[in-house]
């Protein structure tokens, strides 16, 4: 099994700064990518970024050029750099993994519990 526990959600105002962070812990041979969804009150669950093992990340058109994606391999763990906020940020930002368990296993998609990004006008 795997778990992803997430942090570094909370309030802020607008223009502000906030860095989320998210490490996958478990019976882990690879993790194929790793990234972040969010989903605001009423609204579909949207991709925010994701990056895959030996590529650079890929931002939704909405945060790119505020928000950066990057990984440590080495600690299982995927950030999101997140400025120039604004109150349509705020969501419920859920971490998500793509792992590989062994080497023949098929992968599974994980999800975290999410973290509240709020940010204030």
């Known amino acids: 099994q795997v778990q992803l526990v997430e942090s570094g959600g909370g309030l802020v105002q607008a223009g502000g700064s906030l860095r989320l962070s998210c490490t996958a812990s478990g019976s882990i041979f690879r993790i194929n990518a790793m990234g972040w969804y969010r989903q605001a009150p009423g609204k579909q669950r949207e991709l925010v970024g994701i990056?895959?093992?030996?590529?650079?990340?890929n931002l939704a058109d909405s945060v790119k050029g505020r928000f950066t994606i990057s990984r440590d391999n080495g600690k299982n763990t995927v950030y999101l750099q997140m400025n120039s906020l604004q109150p349509e940020d705020t969501a419920v930002y859920y971490c998500?993994?793509?792992?590989?368990?062994?080497?023949?296993?098929?992968?599974?998609?994980?999800w975290g519990q999410g973290t509240q990004v709020t940010v204030s006008s």
């Open positions: 998500y993994a793509i792992v590989t368990l062994s080497g023949r296993s098929p992968s599974y998609s994980y």
């Open positions: 990056i895959a093992d030996g590529a650079d990340g």
